[in-house]
């Protein structure tokens, strides 16, 4: 959930590995979004130049910092603040990040950009219900498919809490 109450209606966007503007036509809709790739294209003038494993990330309420760059209009972006978004988009970003450490340290980073919570999640995952025991010994279909569903829904809602964050 984001409380846009406190921004007049606006969300925050971070676009991660940016193609291009694809969030630009969102503006009139309340998006707010910042643009940035490793190299952008050309034809991408609010694409800011930006290795995000390299980014700083600044104190909360600080501006984000943007050098010229001859090659890229937006420039190269070199720092963002901590908590400055509500939202951070990174489409088929990961599966080209070579090493699992770097791929960590990037959600780790996105986390770092993301408001935080207005109220922070006190919900347990859904439990599996007890596996029921075949007189072979095995778990029976039903049991299993209900404990992996259980699971299933347990993973995707952790993972939208590490993209999506209520604003303070």
Request: net charge negative; charged share 20%.
């Amino acid at each position: 959930r984001v409380d846009l109450a406190r921004r007049g209606g606006r969300v925050r966007l971070l676009d991660v590995g940016s193609c291009g503007s694809l969030f630009a036509p969102f503006r009139s809709r309340g998006i707010d979004p910042t643009e940035l790739d490793l190299h952008p294209q050309r034809n991408a003038p609010s694409v800011h130049q930006c290795n995000f494993l390299e980014l700083e990330i600044t104190s909360r309420g600080s501006a984000p910092v943007v050098l010229p760059h001859d090659d890229f209009p937006a420039g190269r972006l070199v720092s963002l603040p901590e908590g400055g978004f509500d939202v951070v988009v990174m489409s088929l970003v990961l599966s080209y990040v070579p090493v699992p450490e770097q791929r960590t340290d990037m959600v780790r980073k996105a986390r770092q950009l993301l408001h935080p919570p207005l109220q922070p999640p006190h919900t347990q995952p859904p439990r599996a219900p007890p596996a029921e025991i075949s007189p072979g010994g095995l778990e029976t279909a039903p049991a299993a498919a209900q404990a992996g569903a259980a699971s299933a829904a347990a993973a995707v809602e952790a993972a939208a809490a590490v993209v999506v964050h209520s604003a303070e």
